[in-house]
């Protein structure tokens, strides 16, 4: 399995009638989540510990909020609040 995100639970439930500059932002927020926490979590399959809890992201025009989970190798980015 390789890291990645993705919208929780579709990308029309989360981003319906965002603007397309804020969503792009938010991607590419995400993109960089996804090699910290690919960094942090080398083999995340095997992963034993408690999951994290949901955080927040601030990008230029807003603000998302995310959560990772390190046994599915995933983002999931799970709401998301254009200014």
Sequence with gaps: ???AWEYNPDEDNIVAGAPLAFI???ERK????VRAAA???LDGTTYQGAGEKMKTADVEDGIFWYMTVPRDERIYILRVQSL
């Design 1 to 3: 399995m390789t890291w």
């Design 24 to 26: 792009a932002q938010v």
């Design 30 to 33: 995400a993109d960089e989540i």
């Design 39 to 41: 960094a942090l979590y």
